[in-house]
């Protein structure tokens, strides 16, 4: 079995049926149904095994538009969350002075 046409999250892929027919995205994840794919707009579906081709590798496509720029958004979106919480509990209650 070759290993090049596995499907992996991170892939840029297009969708060939159902509903979403003929838009792109990036694989999110793999369920017991299908994949989870992340389209253009953001907006996460489920699409059926057989109706996702790969047109990109993951690592191959990352610094091209439009994907430069979602990809950047979470990126930007995980490292505000990363900022605004708090080191550890510890670090979290040394303000209040309430014990842990």
């Given at each position: ?6 499907k ?17 995205g ?5 369920t ?69």
């Amino acid at each position: 079995m070759s290993t090049t046409n596995q499907k992996q999250a991170g892939d840029l892929v297009k969708i060939t049926g159902g509903l979403y027919k003929k838009e792109e995205g990036i694989l999110h994840e793999k369920t017991s149904k299908g994949w989870n794919v992340k389209l253009k707009n953001g907006e996460i579906v489920l699409t059926s095994f057989p109706f996702v081709v790969v047109l990109a590798k993951k690592g191959e496509f990352e610094d091209g538009e439009p994907w430069k720029s979602i990809l950047s958004e979470v990126i930007t979106e995980a490292s505000e969350i990363a900022q605004n919480a708090p080191e550890s509990p510890c670090t979290a209650s040394e303000g209040t002075g309430n014990a842990i």
